[in-house]
């Protein structure tokens, strides 16, 4: 079974314009997360995309968007970009089913791609 | 809220040396926890999850990991370290989701470098 893909893998931007990354999850998986990687925040969860919704979001500010389409394949926006928006974006994928009738419910790890990374001059 | 604390930002041993990274939890409720580990310019790879079936979870690579609720820990352990566990190490904790299996939202302590010394 493929793995979690990520394009572009490198990506330089300059301050003030947008950029849009990609994200195919492993086949099966209908949950995409992202997050962002920096050497001064370490791992931050960014949102989450399950079914074409958006079901968590973390402490970002607006200019950071997602999306999922039918295909479970989501892309996250970056606008406006600033300098400290420099980091690893990372993204992953996990099944998400329904709770299951008695007994401990199944856990859906999740499976990270290779992660983009994006540099802001 | 949820946090996770990894005492320690690096970590060296020596080849065959037993490897300990420490992981202290806060969460209100039993939550699901996760050791990843993540090479240079590479993503993160899971190396085992606690999902509250058997306290002592064993994961890929010989690594393997306790839950003791009392001291709200999970640390990592393994007997003998190897050149090729030079990596960095994160521990996770997420919240039990409402559709079933853990959140989508991750939260990671600030991982711990480990260096194995010939």
């Known amino acids: 079974k493929a793995g979690v893909t990520q394009t572009p893998r490198y990506l330089i931007k300059t301050r003030g314009q947008q950029v849009t990354l990609s994200c195919s999850p492993i086949s099966g998986h209908r949950s995409v997360s992202w997050y962002q990687q920096t050497p001064g925040q370490g791992l931050q969860f960014l949102f989450e995309?399950?079914?074409?919704?958006?079901?968590n979001k973390g402490n970002f500010p607006g200019r950071f968007s997602g999306r999922q389409f039918s295909n479970s394949r989501s892309e996250m926006n970056v606008s406006t970009l600033e300098l400290g928006d420099s980091a690893l974006y990372l993204c992953a994928s996990s099944f998400r089913g329904s709770t299951l009738a008695g007994g401990h419910p199944p856990t859906y790890e999740q499976y990270f791609g290779p992660g983009t990374r994006l540099t802001v001059t | 809220a949820q946090s996770v604390t990894q005492l320690g930002s690096h970590v060296s041993v020596s080849e065959g040396a037993l490897v300990l990274l420490r992981c202290n939890y806060s969460s209100s409720v039993p939550p699901y926890l996760f050791w990843y580990v993540q090479y240079p310019n590479q993503g993160l790879q899971l190396l085992l999850k606690?999902?509250?079936?058997?306290?002592l979870v064993k994961g890929i690579n010989g690594f393997e990991a306790e839950f003791k609720k009392s001291e709200t820990s999970f640390h990592l352990t393994k007997p003998s370290a190897h050149m090729s566990d030079a990596a960095e190490y994160f521990c996770?904790?997420?919240?039990?989701?409402?559709?079933?299996?853990?959140?989508?939202?991750?939260?990671f302590g600030k991982g711990t470098k480990l260096s194995v010394k010939p």
């Open positions: 996770a904790v997420s919240d039990r989701g409402n559709y079933g299996g853990s959140q989508g939202n991750l939260i």
């Open positions: 995309y399950f079914s074409e919704t958006q079901r």
């Open positions: 606690y999902t509250s079936a058997a306290t």
